[in-house]
């Protein structure tokens, strides 16, 4: 048995490895967006299903809160996709994702280039593969079930895109 981060902050439960039925495409986009207007997203660790709850009234040891990706991790996410670009459009992004207001940039960027649907399938695959390691480190075998599964991601570099 190993030891786990339960529903309520500060409190621990113990969890067996167990194998669970999840939709990871669900369970991925959760994690972009976990916590909204005062509400936690759990993952219930009997049926693999997500729960949205107001997180004061949570006391189910079986929730388990999926906590959402941080700063960091968007803004790796959005350098490896330029990574992913031709060197023209690289070039654009590279400026675009630097300093204040990058996030709002590239958004813009994405939609004059017509790249949504690309950066859309680019995310999702890689915020799924988050997802796995995620309930990995919580001794949880998953059995994805999600209809909706995005081609791989191309192969991006992991470092930036020729930032200086």
């Known amino acids: 048995m ?13 969890m067996t490895t167990r194998t669970l039925q999840v939709d ?5 986009e959760t994690m972009d967006f976990a916590v909204v207007d005062g509400m936690t997203s759990y993952l219930d660790l009997r049926s693999g299903g997500i729960v949205h709850a107001d997180t004061t009234t949570v006391v189910d040891d079986h929730l388990l809160a999926i906590p959402p990706f941080d700063k960091p991790y968007r803004y790796q996410r959005m350098l490896r996709f330029c990574g992913t670009l031709d060197p023209e459009q690289r070039t654009v992004f590279a400026v675009a994702v ?3 207001g990058a996030f709002r940039r590239f958004k813009n960027l994405i939609n004059h280039h017509g790249l949504v649907e690309a950066w ?7 915020d799924r593969a988050e997802a796995v390691a995620w ?10 079930v999600s209809k909706r599964v995005p081609a ?11 930032l200086v």
């Open 2 to 14: 190993i030891a786990g981060a339960c529903a309520r902050p500060g409190v621990r439960c113990t």
């Open 24 to 28: 990871v495409t669900d369970l991925a």
């Open 98 to 100: 630097t300093g204040d």
């Open 120 to 126: 859309t399938a680019f995310q999702l695959g890689l």
């Open 135 to 144: 309930l990995t480190e919580h001794d949880v075998a998953v059995i994805d």
């Open 152 to 162: 791989a991601p191309s192969a991006a570099p992991t470092t930036s895109v020729g």
